[in-house]
């Protein structure tokens, strides 16, 4: 510690429920237990410092609150994810996000968290990166691998950076350089790559990825993006599609769906309560919805306004279609007006049009999303698949 500070008080292992702290907290998971190291400042009986760990049921951090004298409040909030690769390797990845709050903005946080809205509405996202730990069962050899977003607040240039350090064999670390990829992604155009500022030590940038711009992101975070993405290749950017992560079903139809497009808010939801397993899985749903927002997007158009009110939107905005797409939108529109939903008949749900082009849309993209995977995979391969 350095001179001028002095320990006032440290606690461990405290039960959550006991904690009677004012750390401010991001996520708000319930945590088991609370360690909490509070420092002073010599002469200035007033100021002190604090860092609070909250850690759940196994021990395992989810979220830290730097709190430092003089400096904005800084947040990390963690997620744990246990993986294997192959026959013989054991991968802790521990994704982390990094946030910073203006000590002005501290009352102004804990307002808009008692009336509901997002934790983080007030703080400025710093880094995203997640550690991936892998240990071969057989060796015992250790490798780190850490892929990192920074430069979140420029979107036409998110900077990505994969790194694997030396490996550590026999408790030795190998005598080896770090390797790195690191290049900038620019969100605004779908998550495009820039050939331009590319550091490749040890590495090569993967030539024939066209997903490359999303690989680094964590599975709730490619949520997003493969929606921006799938919505600028569908030309779809000026269609006015929200898109919402973190949607809360309203029934229990839509809390046993993965996502839905609703076509009265012209949005593309998530349903919260479901945990996608791998990235594949988040791509084909992600696409299949975004193909829904095309189909009523051309039936909006078709019927000179459809039913809703971002469908009277995309009329007033677009008008009639052109011949070319007036064919195509009328199946669409047959379709919507004869479906079935899942709770009517699965089977029959399933056989309707929009759903078997959606399905077609989705199973396409993630044969393309996995095959494309194999060149950054072969760069990085102590990366588990499903989070790449
Ligand atoms: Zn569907």
Not at 21 to 40: K, Y
Not at 53 to 62: A, E, P, Q, R, V
Not at 252 to 266: I, S, T, V
Request: net charge positive.
């Amino acid at each position: 510690m350095t001179s001028g500070y002095y320990l006032v008080s440290k606690i461990s292992g405290l039960p959550y429920y006991k904690y009677k702290g004012d750390a401010l907290r991001l996520v708000n998971q319930i945590a088991r237990t609370v360690d909490e190291i509070i420092v002073g400042i010599k002469d200035q009986p007033y100021l002190q410092s604090k860092v609070t760990t909250f850690k759940d049921s196994d021990g395992n951090i989810i979220e830290r609150a730097i709190d430092f004298v003089g400096k904005p409040c800084r947040n990390r909030v963690y997620i744990r994810r246990d993986n294997v690769i192959g026959q013989d390797e054991y991968v802790t990845s521990i994704h982390a996000k990094e946030y910073t709050l203006q000590r002005a903005l501290k009352d102004t946080h804990l307002q808009s968290v008692a009336d509901g809205l997002p934790r983080t509405l007030f703080w400025s996202p710093v880094k995203f990166f997640t550690n991936h730990l892998s240990e071969n069962i057989e060796t015992g050899e250790k490798v780190l691998t850490q892929v990192k977003q920074t430069n979140l607040l420029k979107p036409q240039k998110e900077i990505h950076t994969f790194t694997e350090f030396p490996h550590i064999i026999k408790g030795k670390i190998e005598k080896t350089a770090k390797r790195i990829l690191k290049f900038n992604v620019d969100i605004l155009s779908g998550h495009k790559v820039s050939s331009k500022n590319v550091v490749e030590l040890g590495t090569k940038l993967p030539q024939n990825d066209t997903f490359l711009g999303i690989r680094a992101l964590d599975i709730n975070d490619a949520k997003t993006a493969f929606t921006e993405k799938f919505i600028a290749e569908r030309g779809l950017k000026n269609k006015r599609i929200k898109i919402n992560p973190e949607y809360l079903p309203t029934d229990d139809k839509e809390e046993l769906a993965k996502a839905l497009f609703d076509p009265n808010e012209g949005s593309v939801n998530f349903v919260k309560g479901h945990k996608f397993t791998s990235k594949s899985e988040v791509c084909t749903t992600s696409r299949h919805e975004t193909e829904h927002g095309w189909q009523f997007y051309l039936h909006a158009r078709n019927t000179k306004g459809g039913t809703t009110e971002w469908e009277e939107k995309m009329y007033n905005l677009f008008k009639d279609l052109p011949n070319s797409l007036k064919k195509e939108a009328q199946n669409y529109t047959d379709s919507i007006r004869s479906y079935v939903t899942i709770a009517e008949n699965r089977a029959q749900y399933r056989q309707n049009f929009i759903e078997k082009c959606a399905n077609e849309k989705g199973a396409k993209a993630r044969v393309l999303y996995d095959y494309e995977r194999a060149e950054i995979q072969k760069e990085f391969p102590h990366i588990p698949q499903e989070l790449l």
